[in-house]
């Protein structure tokens, strides 16, 4: 049974086309992985299909009584409330069940017995939805979700205007899993979790009864909780049955069949031509050329595979710096209170460290007092000689109006237009995403417009915070050859041991400094 059917979806912006005459089914059950490139139009296709996007042509078709939950990142939560509270709003519709009870308590010490028996009869149907719903087991699933991502570590009474970009998402994403919908849309949800937390939603994921449609680039996430993959290429989508290693191998023989049916093709057109070119102007000969050229003519073209833009990462080295790049001195961080014990700790040339941790805890807030850009609550931070620094900042302004060409332009002013359209196809971006404006750009895109800016200066330090995220394999998998080929030092915060564990020198865990209780 088919619970979301998409037929002859054509879209675009602009002049670029997105998606051309594509079609999708999700039926009862599935776990969906939607995969392809930074900017192919994945979460272009989320919007579509949830009716934020009216696509130009086709329709979407919902099958009935289904209640869609997705993961929206840039869903605003409302200031004032507490984390406990926003994640008791998923049981809205029981709370709300609940006063209408209350209600026809108060109302059944004015009825007439006719009415009496009505009001019991709705009584007993409230109290029976509500006890098979689990209402009175609330908080205790609220607190199980929540501390499945991390949220107990900071804090259920904190009030969400004061989390970060990657806080909120997972308020947003334990919301979402606690109103367990029919079907689960979830666009990176692994972004900003730990690896802790990533093993939990791996498990509710694969528990998970109903459908649910998933972006992602982490591959060993994809590999353990989805059986059908859609791929979105060549504004085409194209469904594989397995997971993300079985599409791999099926895309690789389609790839290989496709270069070989286009070669022959090829092969056999020049034969024509080069039998038409030699017999068409000879009388005796004239018909087999015209009956050749015919044959020619009806010869439905293959298109050769097309090879995407492919990023080259490399980060350009500043003079040595003296042996410590910074040490600390009694250090704690925070902004209002202390996140952190007192720190002595120093990072030395050369060294590749891999900040870990739980979200809550202030790995950021740790790369931003080490760089100086936030005091210290308390204790102080020395840096070395000559130490430059180069930065990668997790979250960028999604309003941002100027161009990916007018981003890295306004920092590098000196550069010609020929300079700075190099330096974007590098990190990967074609002619028509260097003209988009950034609020358009995929999460992947405008990481790699933020790369490409640190690619641009000498440094002899690289301080990255989650830079893996929103990247796509491929993307993901340039970086790491260039940070190991980096001859600096680097110091990084990340959830993907795959990413790192084979050419780091330490590991600094947040969770071994933190004063909450983990």
């Given at each position: ?317 500043a003079r040595t710096p003296g042996r410590f790049i910074f040490t600390t001195k009694d250090l704690v961080i925070g902004y209002d209170g202390p996140l952190t014990k007192p720190l002595n700790i120093s990072l030395e040339r050369g060294q590749k460290i891999a900040i870990v941790g739980c979200n809550g805890l202030g790995k950021s807030t740790l790369l931003k007092t080490l760089l100086g850009f936030i005091p210290s609550y308390d204790g102080k931070v020395e840096h070395g000689d000559y ?132």
């Amino acid at each position: 049974m088919s619970v979301l059917t998409v037929q002859n979806i054509s879209h675009g912006f602009g002049d670029r086309a997105i998606f051309q005459d594509v079609s999708f089914r999700l039926l009862k059950g599935e776990h969906v992985g939607l995969i392809g490139a930074n900017g192919e139009g994945k979460s272009t296709f989320l919007n579509i299909v949830t009716g934020k996007l009216t696509p130009d042509e086709g329709k979407v078709i919902w099958s009935n009584r289904v209640k869609v939950g997705y993961l929206d990142q840039h869903t605003i939560l409302t200031p004032g409330k507490t984390i406990r509270e926003v994640l008791r709003d998923a049981f809205k519709y029981l709370f709300e069940l609940e006063e209408e009870m209350l209600q026809i308590g108060d109302r059944m010490a004015e009825a007439d017995e006719a009415e009496l028996e009505k009001l019991l009869e709705d009584m007993g149907d409230i109290q029976n939805t509500l006890e098979s719903s689990g209402f009175y087991m609330i908080d205790a699933k609220v607190e199980e979700v929540g501390n499945g991502l991390g949220l107990g570590a900071i804090g259920f009474d904190r009030e969400v205007q004061d989390l970060s970009g990657g806080q909120r998402t997972k308020v947003l994403l334990a919301k979402l899993l606690l109103e367990k919908p029919t079907i689960l849309l979830l666009d990176e949800p692994t972004n900003y979790l730990d690896v802790e937390h990533i093993d939990w939603l791996t498990r509710f994921l694969q528990d998970y009864e109903n459908s649910f449609v998933l972006i992602s680039h982490d591959i060993e996430f994809l590999n353990k909780v989805v059986n059908i993959i859609y791929h979105v290429e060549n504004k085409e989508l194209t469904r594989y049955v397995g997971n993300y290693n079985d599409f791999m191998r099926l895309y690789e023989i389609k790839k290989e069949q496709q270069i070989n049916a286009f070669n022959r093709q090829q092969q056999e057109i020049a034969k024509l031509e080069d039998f038409i070119a030699r017999n068409k102007a000879r009388v005796a000969t004239r018909g087999m050329a015209n009956s050749r050229q015919k044959r020619l003519d009806k010869i439905e073209l293959i298109e050769k595979p097309r090879e995407k833009a492919k990023p080259t990462f490399f980060f350009k080295e500043a003079r040595t710096p003296g042996r410590f790049i910074f040490t600390t001195k009694d250090l704690v961080i925070g902004y209002d209170g202390p996140l952190t014990k007192p720190l002595n700790i120093s990072l030395e040339r050369g060294q590749k460290i891999a900040i870990v941790g739980c979200n809550g805890l202030g790995k950021s807030t740790l790369l931003k007092t080490l760089l100086g850009f936030i005091p210290s609550y308390d204790g102080k931070v020395e840096h070395g000689d000559y130490v430059i620094p180069g930065y990668f900042e997790q979250e960028s302004n999604y309003d941002n109006d100027r161009s990916a060409l007018e981003e890295l332009w306004s920092e590098f002013p000196t550069f010609t237009q020929f300079e700075v359209r190099q330096a974007l196809a590098l990190a990967g971006l074609g002619n028509d995403r260097i003209t988009s404006k950034m609020k358009v750009l995929s999460g992947g895109e405008q990481a790699k417009v933020r790369l490409s800016k640190l690619m641009q200066r000498e440094c002899n330090v690289l301080i990255l915070d989650e830079p893996t995220n929103h990247l796509d394999v491929e993307a993901k998998e340039e970086l790491k050859k260039a940070l190991k080929d980096f001859k600096g030092t680097v110091l990084f915060v990340c959830h993907e041991p795959e990413f790192y564990q084979d050419w780091i020198t330490d590991v600094w865990n947040v969770e071994n400094w933190s004063n909450k209780i983990i």
